[in-house]
């Protein structure tokens, strides 16, 4: 329903989200968030922690630098395959992505072709600069790492993380000895990674600078084929579209096993995945599903990829948010390669290199589309009807005047509140037009304080969806809000 | 009591912090937080948010990018005035960061001083290098700044940034507008901030890459003397240590104004501040002080500039964490000025730019400065005594055996508690050598399953501190776990 327009506008308006430095025209690629954004954005991380962290007693959170030493990328590949394609146009000098430029033009997905062949089809279908017609070079390949020289001089150098992910792969073994040596072993990062795109589009979705959350599984290859609570999730069905087919079937975690020949450790994390979306963000079922990728598209360190794929209608369909990812030994085996440390543990009485099991996230465009999800029009009202766990706030106070002392009553519902749930003061503008602005936030309940508010401690609280108003007393406001 | 070996021996074993690519060798000014580390650095930016957000219902948070295009910081001073001063030996061509060579030499602070009075320092006292004893060049100036190109070639020239401030500034506009228009208002970041410091040292205390908590209060110049809940602080006691003295004295908020000239609504937040340190974070008065920067120490764009100071022994005695700095209107009228956008705002009948008092908090900095204050030795036991909010988990459960049931009741009480706190699952040892890993990274409570719980569901409860313990029932353990 909504357009990317109108995310755009309500974005801003809104206090969401807008171009980072947009005083000086802005930054490509760059997002800032305001106030009611920032504030989705830390309970979706927040919830992805506290969901993510409690599926094993040895799943941890860890923080790790977002500039690395150029040697870490060496031995992960990304200096030297983690390329995108470009074609200049040779007339006025813009460098387009090469794979979107013949995507535009032939309305297909050529991610993952070859430079080569992307060349011969902008050869073939005569396909020119959109910026000024001019003929295209040939396709060359551009790495998306930003590089950084530390120090003074030409001391050492490093890039911004491209993922999270390589900081746990480079301290597993430290963890690994701290948590006392067992696997599986979880290791999460809530984080910044960057990436020099060359062309940033569609608000959140393909940015420079972005947050991940990503979770690392290390685990015994051998058992690849077992999980400890597997009992708990066989008979779920999971939404899959895989790769060949054109359509989505629902597949039970037994039979994904049996029929799909996919491993039980990895399906038993889809099908938690496939939880969270359903049933802790509320998405409907219809909104969700996991896309396998073909050999051709997936990264170049996976063996097993299925993206995680929301439909979010402003961009026209489904896309990805996410993916689970099945890295195997690559990033450990190519660090003990490359740092001559051995990465090798000695579990269960035998000595082996861990495989990890990505579980990875993009809270941005998750973010983007919780709002596209949740966007919806009830008559003339514009709302979100975002899950009580992710809206910026549980509710808002209203003073209905800021005299008489009716402020200074709502102030003190607030102070009262406010320690524990998430609580917006407004005292401006008419009852109407505040509560506009907190429906378009998506803010649960409107708690407005009035002349009978004096006489016998009670409030109107009215629910975002329904707008139906219902008088409470004072004291049994913290039972009537919903977390 | 500790010395700085001993904290960085606890903090790699015990899972705090260490370099980061430690594989690599380590990157110089760069660290990983392990599982413990990140818990408490977690805790104290959620404590932070909680503490300051709260100080007026017109605080918020908000995120902006660590990527800013260049203009920023043209407008904001740093292209031209964030430079360290460095002193290069001519025969092996390590840079040094001049005033901290001289510093050693000399044993006194020269932060501050121009380039050619460090030359002068330098050349009357002999001072070379500290690697090879060769000669220094003259000292010159290096920009801390991280230049980054975007985009495909020179497109536009961007910067990390040095600090969270520059975010809110350049956002002022469209905050306030979101935000129905009033003042005071303040902005929160809590994110990295980045500096290519010459001379990385002490661990967290000087890094390249750091994480800040930020709060930008903006407000009405002409209203500086004064701060509506000014009675609350008026008697309360800061710990002061004004430039040019040599001591340290305590003195009334009501004082602060009238005898040392200092306006209303600087002192009062002075106040917030250590009663965030003192009464949040409970570390004795004698651990903490304002210190006043002389004009010369002073950040260029700050007016008054107050360091927040806690008494680090492992490093020897007072440090900065964090300060308090009137930055005037400064930053908003650099961006006016060079964007060509008014700042101007029209609040009570009239225009005017805001100045802005900032908050700043340096989070790593605080996360090792608690592991000192809170380190102590009883016996042969090494414990930190930290506050109960900021421990990494609130109790560690351990079964006395894994076998017989024991292991999985002591699961069920896990799965139990771990929604409600922050808890820690430990099979693997000895009891005694449990007790002493929690000990190690302050662990508040231990909790016990034995044979007698399987008949009548009790366990034991150990304090921290006291190392008492007692027997409780399943029922009321939630009762007793402090958070």
């Known amino acids: 329903m909504p357009t990317i327009e109108v995310i755009e506008q309500l974005a801003k308006r809104r206090g969401l989200f807008w171009p980072s430095s947009e005083i000086y025209g802005g930054a490509s690629g760059l997002f800032d968030y305001g106030p009611n954004g920032t504030a989705i954005k830390r309970n979706l991380e927040n919830l992805w922690r506290k969901y993510f962290l409690s599926l094993s007693d040895n799943f941890f959170e860890v923080e790790t630098t977002n500039i690395m030493p150029e040697k870490v990328f060496q031995a992960s590949g990304h200096v030297s395959s983690f390329v995108d394609p470009i074609a200049k146009c040779k007339k006025c000098g813009t460098a387009h992505r090469a794979d979107h430029i013949v995507e535009e033009f032939l309305k297909e997905n050529f991610e993952g072709m070859t430079p080569t062949e992307l060349t011969e089809l902008i050869k073939k279908h005569k396909i020119r600069c959109s910026k000024c017609k001019g003929e295209l070079e040939e396709v060359a390949v551009m790495n998306m790492m930003f590089p950084l020289e530390m120090g003074v001089g030409k001391e050492s150098k490093s890039y911004l993380r491209p993922e999270t992910a390589q900081g746990p792969f480079v301290d597993f073994m430290q963890n690994f000895e701290v948590l006392r040596k067992k696997l599986p072993l979880g290791l999460a990062v809530v984080g910044r990674a960057y990436r020099n795109e060359i062309s940033p589009r569609q608000l959140l979705s393909r940015m420079r600078e972005f947050t991940q959350a990503e979770l690392q599984i290390f685990f015994d290859p051998s058992k690849i084929e077992e999980h400890e609570k597997w009992s708990e999730m066989?008979?779920?069905?999971?939404?899959?579209?895989?790769?060949?087919?054109?359509?989505?079937?629902?597949?039970?975690?037994?039979?994904?096993?049996?029929?799909?020949?996919?491993?039980?450790?990895?399906?038993?994390?889809?099908?938690?995945?496939?939880?969270?979306?359903?049933?802790?963000?509320?998405?409907?079922?219809?909104?969700?599903?996991f896309r396998e990728l073909s050999e051709e598209e997936?990264?170049?360190?996976?063996?097993?990829?299925?993206?995680?794929?929301?439909?979010?209608?402003?961009?026209?369909?489904?896309?990805?948010?996410?993916?689970?990812?099945?890295?195997?030994?690559?990033?450990?085996?190519?660090?003990?390669?490359?740092?001559?440390?051995?990465?090798?543990?000695?579990?269960?009485?035998?000595?082996?290199?861990?495989?990890?099991?990505?579980?990875?996230?993009?809270?941005?465009?998750?973010?983007?589309?919780?709002?596209?999800?949740?966007?919806?029009?009830?008559?003339?009202?514009t709302l979100l009807k975002l899950p009580a766990l992710v809206a910026p706030f549980t509710a808002a106070i209203f003073p209905l005047v800021s005299k008489d002392g009716i402020d200074k009553k709502a102030m003190e519902i607030y102070d009262q509140l406010k320690g524990k749930f998430r609580i917006l003061y407004d005292e401006s503008g008419s009852i109407g037009r505040r509560y506009m602005r907190i429906d378009e936030i998506g803010v649960v309940a409107a708690i407005t304080v009035d002349y009978d508010t004096l006489k016998d401690n009670t409030v109107t609280i009215r629910n975002r969806d329904t707008t139906k108003q219902e008088r409470v007393k004072i004291a049994d406001l913290e039972k009537k809000l919903i977390v």
Not at 273 to 284: D, R
Request: glycine share 6%; proline share 2%; charged share 30%.
């Open 298 to 381: 997936r990264a170049f360190y996976n063996k097993i990829h299925w993206d995680i794929e929301l439909n979010v209608e402003a961009l026209g369909g489904f896309k990805e948010v996410g993916g689970v990812h099945y890295r195997t030994d690559h990033d450990l085996a190519g660090h003990a390669k490359v740092s001559g440390k051995s990465q090798e543990v000695f579990v269960d009485n035998k000595k082996f290199v861990p495989h990890v099991l990505e579980l990875s996230f993009g809270i941005d465009r998750l973010v983007m589309s919780l709002v596209d999800i949740f966007y919806a029009q009830d008559k003339d009202r």
């Open 234 to 289: 066989a008979k779920y069905k999971l939404v899959l579209f895989p790769s060949g087919d054109k359509k989505t079937t629902e597949v039970t975690c037994d039979d994904a096993v049996k029929k799909l020949k996919m491993p039980k450790f990895y399906v038993y994390h889809l099908a938690k995945v496939q939880q969270f979306y359903l049933e802790k963000l509320s998405i409907q079922k219809e909104r969700f599903r």
